[in-house]
């Protein structure tokens, strides 16, 4: 577990986030992900619903009055033609808990079925970068725990990054990372010291779907940044910048009118926050985790070292990238 100082709520997220992540690992290992395709063509497998199940029971579990706002839910495994992929979510599943029944699964991966309200829940993407996975490249399993429109507490598992790592925040107290088989968050994380625009580091989504790579070249030449971008999948993109690996981490929208998921943001945005960064949407405006299951009020994000985070806003600006949401 964390060291003694961290609070309940930390010590239950590092818990659930490693399990998760060892299931991750375990389906990656088989090659047999279960690809199912959501409604919007987007891909969900075996492990996304794992990774649910493990996340929500324990949360459940140590918090059961708390609502949980995650990604998934286990309608489409429900449906017959699916009884394949169902059993391989349920043999992985009890493969941590043994103790549990094809249906409970089903219901811990519900747990994730909330109402984002007013006062305190949770937020998790159980894999935040499917491709990625798919891919065996980046992704992230991200949680975040919201009060009264606040991120309190956000924590990423990223298996793939640097031989696996585990980074988690609290407000006000700083941002940590360890292995992720490692039981004590000991190393504070900080970003980096960079002033000078033209020498930043700019990573950004692999797929061109998510972000616009199109204006974000167009406010790197701005910036007068000549290398090419570092691009990978998954909230590991603010890991990197909160580890002072990266700058900054642009995700502009490809059309007017798209709003963020808050699970796609929620963790990472404190993270880097906590580590010295700041996060914005493209305007410049705070992020507000307060509209329900989308960043309804805000327009792209930005997130930086801080140091550079005036220079990026303007040259968006400058540039007239998506000024107005439609």
């Known amino acids: ?26 389906v990656q290992q088989t090659l047999d992900y279960g690809v ?3 409604g919007d063509r987007s891909p969900v497998t075996v492990a996304d619903y794992g990774s649910q199940a493990l996340v929500c029971r324990k949360l459940k579990e140590a918090f059961p009055a708390d609502e949980i706002v995650a990604e998934e839910d286990a309608s489409a495994l429900r449906k017959p033609g699916q009884q394949k992929v169902a059993d391989q979510v ?37 894999i935040d970068g499917t491709k990625g996975f798919l891919r065996a490249r980046q992704y ?10 606040r991120v309190r507490l956000g924590a990423l598992a990223c298996p793939n990054l640097d031989g696996g790592l585990l980074l988690t925040a609290e407000l006000g107290k700083g941002a940590r990372c360890c292995p ?15 002033y000078d625009a033209a020498a930043a580091r700019l990573c950004e989504s692999v797929e061109s779907g998510h972000s616009a790579h199109g204006h974000a070249y167009r406010a790197a030449q701005h910036l007068g940044i000549s290398t090419e971008p570092v691009r990978l999948d998954s909230q590991a993109k603010y890991a990197v910048v909160a580890r002072a690996q990266a700058d900054i981490y642009l995700r502009l929208p490809t059309r007017k009118g798209y709003e963020e998921k808050i699970w796609d943001h929620a963790a990472g ?9 700041t996060v914005t949407d493209m305007c410049g405006k705070a992020l507000d985790f307060s509209q329900g299951r989308t960043l309804a009020q805000n327009t792209g994000i930005v997130a930086t070292n801080g140091h550079l985070h005036s220079k990026v806003i303007e040259a968006i600006s400058a540039l007239g990238i998506g000024q107005h949401k439609a």
């Open 1 to 26: 577990m964390p060291d003694s100082s961290s609070s309940t709520e930390l010590k239950v997220t590092a818990a659930a986030l490693r399990e998760a992540s060892a299931l991750c690992r375990a």
């Open 36 to 38: 199912l395709e959501k």
């Open 90 to 126: 349920v043999r992985h599943v009890l493969a941590v808990h043994a103790d549990g029944t094809p249906e409970d699964v089903l219901q811990w991966i519900d747990y994730g079925s909330g109402t984002p309200g007013p006062g305190r829940f949770w937020t998790l993407d159980p």
């Open 140 to 149: 992230a399993v991200a949680l975040a725990l919201i009060e009264y429109g």
């Open 180 to 194: 992720l088989h490692q039981d004590h968050l000991t190393d504070t994380i900080h970003v980096s010291t960079t």
């Open 269 to 277: 945005a404190l993270i880097l926050s906590e580590a010295g960064g």
